[in-house]
């Protein structure tokens, strides 16, 4: 299976269906099923105010740092362009990530949190999980 490891609150944003698009710096061709895996390290002091917002909108705060903790799909990946960036601005979609042009939006459907997590070391990029 393919995982995706994200810091918290950002990967339970997606776990509590309201993070749909995961915000990245590099473009990934693959689609189809994705599991959310929360990193062991925590975000970096310079973004803790905004942590602290975030925090008002999780239901669950119990982070399972290790852990693999929902599925969902990646159906697409998107440049950031200007048109992209006007559109996003004038919705109500949520905005949580990095938004910037050159950077890419991975959009995310049909997610499910797991009923059963999974404690595993995470990587970077997009990995293989073989063991469910």
Not at 41 to 63: A, P, W
Not at 74 to 86: A, G, N, R, S
């Amino acid at each position: 299976m393919k995982v995706l490891t994200l810091f918290e609150p950002y990967a339970t944003l997606i776990k509590e269906k309201t993070k749909y698009i995961e915000t990245r710096s590099w473009k990934t061709f693959y689609r189809g099923e994705l599991y959310i895996h929360v990193s062991k390290k925590h975000l970096s002091k310079i973004e803790e105010e905004r942590y602290k917002e975030i925090l008002k909108l999780i239901k669950d705060k119990n982070f399972k740092y290790g852990y693999i903790i929902a599925k969902c799909n990646l159906v697409d990946c998107v440049i950031m362009d200007d048109e992209f960036l006007k559109k996003i601005k004038n919705s109500n979609q949520e905005k949580f990530g990095i938004y910037a042009k050159g950077r890419y939006a991975w959009i995310l459907e049909n997610i499910e949190p797991l009923d059963k997590t999974i404690e595993v070391k995470g990587k970077l990029g997009i990995w293989n999980y073989e063991s469910i």
